[in-house]
Structures are given as structure tokens and as C-alpha cells.
């Protein structure tokens, strides 16, 4: 039972990580016309997005693979790794706070996304169960 929510951040987190391959995980709006909107959705991995200058979900998606191997170094070995702990819990803050500036970004654009905001959800709640495992282990 020892590291158990560090066991569920790494469930979030991978949770999230599924939810952001999908090609429905970011809306963007496209004019063709004066009157004519349309939006698509790409997937948190698509560079079509950071080609449109939205940065925020490949920062949210490298940075929850970076933290998914961590976890999993973290899990699979026997010593305890305070460095590597510490790291976790960065770079899952870091990652958390990206994904809402994705929520804020499509809420503010006018193509907001209900997968974002599960994704942001995910991510957040992956921060917070690392940074109080982290807390308590000190």
C-alpha cells in the first residue's frame, strides 16, 4: 500500500494521456467566410494546433509523457528517490497548469471543448495527489 497516490496519479495521468491521443481532444474554428464558421478537433499531439499557435497542449501532453516515466521509474524501484519525487511533482503542477490555460484558451475563443476540461480535471487531480504524497513522505 506504500506510494498509493502516487499510484493514482500515474492512473490520472495515463488516464489523461489516452483522452489527449484522441483526435478530439482540441477545437479550433476556422473562418471560410464572412458567415461561415466551422470548427475541428486534433488531437493534444497534433502539430496543426502549435502551427496555429496554440502551445499549451503539446506543452500538456510532452510534459504528462515526462511525468508517466517518472511515476513508472519512481514505481518500479525500490529505494526511495526524493529527487526524482520532487521532480514528479513539478513537472505534474507544471503540467496541470498548462492544461487549464488549454481550457481558458478554448473557453476564451469560443471552441470550448468538454475533453479539455476532463483532461484539465485529470491533470490537476494527478498534481494534487503527487504533491500531497510528497508532503507526507517528508
Given at each position: 500500500m506504500k506510494l498509493i497516490k502516487t499510484r493514482l496519479s500515474s492512473l490520472f495521468t495515463a488516464a489523461a494521456l489516452v483522452l489527449m491521443a484522441l483526435p478530439i481532444g482540441v477545437s479550433l474554428r476556422f473562418s471560410?467566410?464572412?458567415?461561415?464558421?466551422?470548427?475541428?478537433?486534433?488531437?493534444?499531439?497534433?502539430?496543426t494546433v502549435l502551427g496555429y499557435g496554440d502551445v499549451f497542449p503539446l506543452m500538456t501532453a510532452i510534459?504528462?509523457?515526462i511525468s508517466i516515466?517518472?511515476?513508472?521509474?519512481?514505481?518500479?524501484?525500490?529505494?526511495?528517490?526524493?529527487?526524482?519525487?520532487?521532480?514528479?511533482?513539478?513537472?505534474?503542477?507544471?503540467?496541470?497548469?498548462?492544461?487549464?490555460?488549454?481550457?481558458?484558451?478554448?473557453?476564451m475563443?469560443?471552441?470550448?471543448?468538454?475533453?479539455?476540461?476532463?483532461?484539465?480535471?485529470?491533470m490537476t487531480l494527478a498534481g494534487g495527489f503527487v504533491l500531497m504524497d510528497l508532503?507526507?513522505?517528508?
Open positions: 471560410t467566410s464572412p458567415t461561415d464558421i466551422s470548427t475541428q478537433t486534433f488531437s493534444y499531439f497534433s502539430l510534459t504528462a509523457c516515466v517518472i511515476y513508472v521509474i519512481v514505481l518500479l524501484t525500490v529505494k526511495k528517490h526524493l529527487k526524482l519525487r520532487k521532480s514528479a511533482m513539478f513537472i505534474s503542477v507544471f503540467s496541470a497548469c498548462a492544461s487549464v490555460l488549454v481550457v481558458l484558451y478554448e473557453f475563443t469560443g471552441s470550448f471543448n468538454i475533453i479539455s476540461l476532463v483532461i484539465s480535471v485529470l508532503r507526507n513522505r517528508e
